[in-house]
Structure formats: C-alpha cells, structure tokens
C-alpha cells in the first residue's frame, strides 16, 4: 500500500464515527434507507447484465457467451446491486490551498465509496488527468474499501487536464450513478452533464474549492499563476479588485447550478475549510 497522510488513523476513526451516526440518521426515517426489490432469501432468476472485471466468474452465463461472444453475468433478485462510477479530478489545480483540493477529494471519494460498499454496491474509481482516464478495478463487498484506499493514495494530480476529453475517453455501457469530484475549472461543463445523461447516469458533482479561491485575502502586489500552464500575471489588490472576484466567482457557482438543474444532476459545494463528515451530511 502507498502511504497517504489523508487515510492516517485520524481518518479511519472519523470514518467510523460518521457511519454511525448515518445509520441513526437514516433508521429515525418513516422507511429506512434505499428501498430494495428483493423477495426475502429467494434465488430467483432476475435479469443479465454485462460481466465486469472482478465479477465472480462462477456467475458467468456461458449459453450466452456462446451465443453472443460477450460476457454475461446472471443476476438474481436479491443480488441486485448499483454500479457507482467516482471521477476523481486529476489535475494539477486540485492541488491548490493550504489544506489541498485533492486530499478533500480522496476523502469524500472514499467515505461515498464506504457507505456504497455497506449497502453491497459496486464502485468503479477513475482518476481524470492528462486528457484520459484512467479507470480501476470495480470492487464490491467490505473488503474492497483497503482496495479503494490503495487506489486513491496511488493518485497524484499535475499537468493540464481537459475534464470532457477524459470523462468521454471511458465508454460507459451501464446504467448507474456517476459521481464526478472536481473544481470544475472548464468551459465544457454542460458537455460533460450532456455525456453522461446520455449514457443513462444519475449525476452528481461534488465542486471541490480552496478556502482560499472562496475568500481569497486581495491585498497588496502579488503574482497569480496559473498551476496547470504555468502562466502568470502581477495584480495588485484593491477594493474594487475583490467586488469584480465576488462577482465574478458568484457568477461561475450559479451558472454550475443552472446546469445541474438543466440536466436533473444533484450538486454539493465543497470547501476545504469543511471536513468531509459536514460536507456529506450537508
């Protein structure tokens, strides 16, 4: 495993205390959490689906494969599970702040896939950077989430990344929720929400933003440069400087709400100034 101070022991046991407190949260509702179409312990045939890598190969139905030369999976009705794609923003801009975009990223990427796992679910992690996407083994079950952790320490952000570009490179095939964390810092946003309606994804965008990019202090000369193409440029603060940002930032938070309201996706705003307990249960 890839040490990773953002799953230190502080983590772990936050984690624990969080799923706890979700589960009285949900158990105080009128009916429980996510309703289920299973029919007590049978093991009744339901339905097909395509095989995923780390299905259990025991599943695989090899009438169809015959027919079809394509894996199948057979599902039965108790065995039903929702497939949860994570896109984790692997650009170099998300290693902005003094407590970085990135790290609160991993950490709600895997307390959504921890509380996906508890309810027998399958995630399938993808890390956005250099235009492409790199995707990882789907795990399900409890014992996958030292994988989801493994695979998370293992990403480190940098370059230029074209958020579009990569999310379009995987070619999705089933149906499912898709969770993109970024700070969407891209002029295509309605493209991406496009793609995956399109491919028949329930959408949700966590927007990941430095304490710093919310509430920046503009005082004095100072240099902005940009940490993806290394360009910058000398400002110097000033009250009508910070009106022009407050509007300009306000502006850039509502267009992202229009859109998610356009194409039905759930959104949540994240600041690094939050932990991912508040920021979950928000």
Known sequence: MVYDDTFNAEFYKSLSLF???????????????????????????????????????????????????????????EEKEGLF???????????????????????????????????????ILNFLRGNKCETFKGVTGKQGFSRITDNLSSMTPGGENDLLKSICSEDIKLRGMSVVISDFYTDD???????????????????????????????GTFSLVDSETGKNLKVTGSSSLERDYAATKDS?????????????AKYVLASTENSYETILRG
């Open 19 to 77: 799923r706890i407190n979700l589960k009285m949260k949900l158990a105080a509702g009128a009916n429980g959490g996510r309703k289920s179409n299973a029919k007590g312990s049978s093991v009744e045939f339901s339905d097909f689906r395509e095989y995923l890598p780390g299905d259990d190969i025991r599943r695989i139905d090899w009438n169809a494969y015959a027919r079809f030369d394509r894996l199948f999976i057979k599902l039965f009705m």
């Open 85 to 123: 794609r994570i896109y984790l923003d692997g650009s170099a801009s998300m290693n902005y702040g003094e407590n970085s975009k990135i790290k609160l990223a991993k950490q709600i990427a895997a307390a959504l896939s921890y509380c996906i796992l508890d309810h027998s679910d399958r995630v």
């Open 189 to 219: 946003l309605e493209d991406v929400l496009k793609y995956l309606a399109h491919k028949k994804q329930e959408i949700f965008l966590i927007h990941v933003l430095s304490k710093e990019e919310l509430s920046p202090e503009l005082t």
């Open 252 to 264: 850039f938070l509502k267009k992202i709400e229009g859109l998610c309201k356009k194409y039905g």
